[in-house]
């Protein structure tokens, strides 16, 4: 009989965290897996949008096309789509993954953002996600009770908690008494997830390899959650390393000599400051202004202009850190450049204009529109501003597939950087979904042996091939 495969999907660790992680000290069981069992760390590119729903859709079932963001508007459906605890993607799961052939078919997928064909999720889910009746989740409690019933995992558990809340309510008031702007929902939703989801994630993940099951894939997702509250490179944050790197050393002694381990990130992530930052307006506060009668309803806040009796039309905004969409809700399409420019001279032109604004993408048929400063940019401008993010030629490349989506809004909008940190369209200290920086920058840790070569990997969909094979392998072996 074959080895299984498992996949712990690390959220939110850039390949430049995981490095410096190593180099501190802070995960001495994943260095030992590099120095006495040959992983080595490659480094691939996610795509844009940098955003948990995008790149897992991908690694998955290898298509995540139409997810422009963690949240959107579904014109035809007149809803938001969103993920998280409260999910709205099973109202339009139908329109996706059909015909794809998912790499934890047959398999376990715990805490993920979709079912991926898999027999069971172990009652762990990062939203809502059972939305099919060929896919089956055992209640949650059939996973707790078991864990619960051991003393030691118990004790183990109140210790941790005990230790997590003091400690992150001592690095809260910290941050605040040297000026920092810890985000508060962040703040409090790290706590939850380092205690709970992610001790019981990694004792589901030991169970199914009890189990047999093969492939399992497995979410955690307290660096993210910490990294959002304190930013990606407070101490705080890179005190996580140490308890997913028990979790890496949990889960690798459990192998024995019928699986073996991946682990991956799906992005990483950025110092940001809010848009908002030094008393400034929100940003659908800023678009209003250039929408005289228009009511612009930001997803996750406000709504601006005029009542909604007296409103000659609707935009709403959907936001994943330095990103934007801009949507005019009452329309059944996107609108193409020109259309919307006629309708609306100001608005493209003026939001660019924003110093907090590193550019704007709208699209005219299938040629892709670039504003910045106020006016469009040449192809050679394109280059030139693309170029101060990444290799200017590939980030071409993901947002030409990210406008090409008929999900995307009719205004796609990147903050900028300033002072070393980009702008957040969300209350966040740290950030991902835009352009720059490690956030578009994860890895994938697996043995030298395996022959892996993620070097031409430009977005999360290109590595779905990549780990059918070597799960195929790994089964195939004698």
């Given at each position: 009989m074959?080895?299984?495969l498992?996949?712990?999907h690390?959220?939110?660790?850039?390949?430049?965290?995981?490095?410096?992680?190593?180099?501190?000290?802070d995960m001495?069981?994943?260095?030992?897996l590099?120095d006495?069992?040959?992983?080595?760390?490659?480094?691939?590119?996610?795509?844009?949008p940098?955003?948990?729903?995008?790149a897992?859709?991908?690694?998955?079932?290898g298509?995540?096309s139409?997810i422009?963001?963690?949240?959107?508007?579904?014109?035809?459906?007149?809803l938001?789509?969103?993920?998280?605890?409260r999910?709205?993607?099973?109202?339009?799961?139908?329109?996706y993954?059909?015909?794809c052939?998912?790499?934890t078919?047959?398999?376990?997928?715990?805490?993920?953002?979709?079912?991926?064909?898999?027999?069971?999720?172990?009652?762990?889910a990062?939203?809502?996600?059972?939305y099919?009746?060929?896919?089956?989740?055992?209640?949650a409690w059939n996973?707790?009770?078991?864990?619960?019933a051991?003393?030691?995992?118990?004790?183990?558990?109140?210790?941790q908690?005990?230790?997590?809340?003091?400690?992150t309510?001592?690095?809260?008031?910290?941050?605040?008494?040297?000026?920092?702007?810890?985000?508060?929902?962040?703040?409090?939703?790290?706590?939850?997830?380092?205690?709970?989801?992610?001790?019981?994630?990694r004792?589901?993940v030991v169970?199914?390899?009890?189990?047999r099951?093969?492939p399992?894939y497995a979410?955690f997702?307290?660096?993210?959650?910490?990294?959002?509250?304190?930013?990606?490179?407070?101490?705080?944050?890179?005190?996580?390393?140490?308890?997913?790197?028990?979790?890496i050393?949990?889960?690798a002694?459990?192998?024995?000599?019928?699986?073996?381990?991946v682990?991956?990130s799906?992005?990483?992530?950025?110092?940001?400051?809010?848009?908002?930052?030094?008393?400034?307006?929100?940003f659908?506060?800023?678009?209003?202004?250039?929408?005289?009668g228009?009511?612009?309803?930001?997803?996750?806040?406000?709504a601006?202009?005029?009542?909604?009796?007296?409103?000659?039309g609707?935009?709403?905004?959907?936001?994943s850190?330095?990103?934007?969409?801009?949507?005019?809700?009452?329309?059944?399409?996107r609108?193409?450049?020109?259309?919307?420019?006629?309708?609306?001279p100001?608005l493209?032109?003026?939001?660019?204009?924003?110093?907090?604004?590193?550019?704007?993408?709208?699209?005219?048929?299938?040629?892709?529109?670039?504003?910045?400063?106020?006016?469009?940019?040449?192809?050679?401008?394109?280059?030139?501003?693309?170029?101060?993010?990444?290799?200017?030629?590939?980030?071409?490349?993901?947002?030409?597939r990210l406008?090409?989506?008929?999900?995307?809004g009719?205004?796609?909008?990147f903050?900028?950087?300033?002072?070393?940190?980009?702008?957040?369209?969300?209350?966040?200290?740290?950030?991902?979904?835009?352009?720059?920086?490690?956030?578009?920058?994860?890895?994938?840790?697996?043995?030298?042996?395996?022959?892996?070569?993620?070097?031409?990997v430009h977005?999360?969909?290109?590595?779905?091939?990549?780990?059918?094979?070597?799960?195929?392998?790994?089964?195939?072996?004698?």
């Open positions: 074959g080895r299984g498992v996949v712990m690390i959220d939110g660790l850039g390949a430049d965290s995981l490095e410096e992680g190593l180099r501190e000290g001495p069981f994943t260095r030992r590099i006495e069992e040959s992983y080595a760390i490659h480094r691939y590119r996610v795509g844009v940098s955003t948990t729903p995008f897992q859709a991908g690694i998955i079932y298509d995540n139409e422009p963001s963690f949240r959107w508007w579904d014109r035809e459906r007149r938001l789509v969103q993920f998280g605890a999910s709205t993607f099973k109202k339009v799961a139908d329109k993954f059909q015909g052939r998912p790499l078919q047959g398999g376990a997928c715990i805490a993920a953002c979709y079912p991926g064909g898999a027999k069971d999720d172990f009652g762990i990062y939203q809502d996600r059972s099919s009746k060929d896919e089956k989740s055992r209640s996973v707790l009770l078991p864990y619960l051991n003393p030691a995992h118990l004790g183990d558990w109140a210790w908690a005990a230790m997590v809340v003091a400690r309510a001592d690095e809260y008031t910290v941050s605040r008494a040297k000026g920092k702007h810890p985000a508060r929902p962040y703040v409090i939703s790290n706590a939850l997830e380092e205690i709970f989801v992610h001790h019981l994630t004792y589901a169970q199914a390899m009890r189990e099951f093969s399992i979410g997702y307290a660096f993210d959650e910490t990294g959002h509250a304190f930013g990606p490179d407070d101490k705080t944050s890179l005190s996580v390393l140490k308890h997913v790197d028990r979790s050393e949990k889960i002694r459990a192998r024995a000599d019928r699986y073996e381990l682990v991956l799906d992005h990483g992530q950025i110092e940001t400051v809010p848009f908002t930052a030094n008393h400034g307006p929100n659908g506060e800023v678009v209003a202004t250039h929408l005289p228009f009511r612009v309803q930001e997803m996750k806040g406000k601006y202009g005029p009542p909604e009796s007296e409103a000659r609707h935009v709403n905004i959907t936001s850190g330095g990103l934007a969409h801009i949507y005019f809700a009452d329309e059944a399409r609108l193409d450049y020109e259309e919307l420019k006629g309708r609306h100001d493209a032109a003026g939001i660019s204009g924003l110093d907090k604004i590193a550019l704007v993408m709208a699209r005219d048929g299938r040629r892709d529109i670039f504003l910045k400063g106020g006016s469009e940019l040449a192809h050679g401008g394109t280059s030139s501003l693309l170029a101060q993010y990444d290799d200017a030629g590939i980030l071409r490349e993901q947002l030409s406008n090409s989506f008929d999900n995307s009719d205004l796609v909008v903050g900028a950087f300033i002072d070393g940190k980009q702008v957040n369209f969300e209350n966040q200290a740290g950030g991902h979904g835009s352009i720059g920086g490690e956030q578009l920058h994860p890895f994938l840790l697996a043995k030298r042996e395996w022959a892996i070569d993620t070097g031409a977005g999360a969909h290109q590595l779905h091939p990549i780990l059918c094979s070597l799960r195929d392998r790994l089964a195939a072996q004698a």
